[in-house]
């Protein structure tokens, strides 16, 4: 594997479900990112992890909780979401101390919330 | 507070035309500056930076863009488009939280093309 993995590609829970969501980065990064992309928004940064400690919340629901237990893999634990959480949630990975900016994307878990 | 605005919303172009897509931002810094592509269903793949020095910047698939720093501007530019540059395309600039750092994108630009 190579790049930025998300597993699964496609997802379809209820409302009362629990699911994670599941990225792995083989770059040798030591920052990982997660995104919502919803149809006709911007791309929205949830959560912002460096060296394994959370250090961004961008005021997401307490229904998403994420997880980073190394630097390779970074986990979004779902429950009880709601309709309006449907979307494409991107994971992306970048290198940090020293900075490079440039993130490296996965394809993305396609959501969708019934 | 930084921010990136794409004007254009659809560009529809002829294939072997030229194509620019524009990207104006707002940054209070040197800005780091990205484009990104996106083909439907995908993730964002990196087209090009900018962090200094030459202000024409090349990158893959044949794409180039140009820092102007007195417009604000990151134009992205290809000559001659093929069908497979159908796609969403975003604008990018990096700005630094307490750690890590985070990309503010544009609203995206879909490009379609006519055969």
């Known amino acids: 594997e190579t790049g930025v993995t998300q597993t699964p590609r496609h997802l379809v829970m209820g409302m009362t479900n629990k699911k994670s969501l599941k990225c792995e980065q083989h770059l040798g990064h030591n920052a990982m990112y997660w995104y919502k992309q919803s149809a006709k928004k911007p791309l929205e940064l949830m959560f912002v992890y460096s060296l394994e400690e959370r250090v961004e919340n961008n005021s997401v629901p307490s229904r998403f909780s994420p997880e980073c237990p190394n630097s390779s893999h970074l986990f979004l634990h779902l429950h009880t979401l709601q309709p309006e959480d449907s979307a494409l949630y991107l994971c992306?990975?970048?290198?940090?101390?020293?900075?490079?900016?440039?993130?490296?994307f996965g394809p993305g878990t396609r959501l969708t919330v019934t | 507070a930084q921010s990136v605005t794409q004007p254009d919303i659809h560009i529809t172009v002829s294939e072997g035309a030229s194509l620019e897509l524009r990207c104006n931002y707002s940054?209070?810094?040197?800005?780091?500056l990205f484009w990104y592509v996106q083909s439907p269903g995908q993730g964002l793949q990196l087209l090009l930076k900018?962090?200094?020095?030459?202000?024409l910047v090349q990158g893959i698939k044949g794409f180039e863009a140009e820092f102007k720093r007195s417009q604000s501007s990151f134009n992205l530019r290809k000559p001659s488009v093929h069908w497979s540059d159908a796609a969403e395309y975003f604008c990018a600039v990096a700005g630094r939280v307490a750690a890590g750092n985070k990309l503010t994108f544009g609203g995206g630009t879909r490009v379609l093309v006519k055969p």
């Open positions: 992306a990975s970048s290198q940090d101390y020293p900075g490079t900016y440039e993130q490296y």
């Open positions: 940054y209070g810094a040197t800005p780091y």
């Open positions: 900018y962090f200094s020095g030459d202000t």
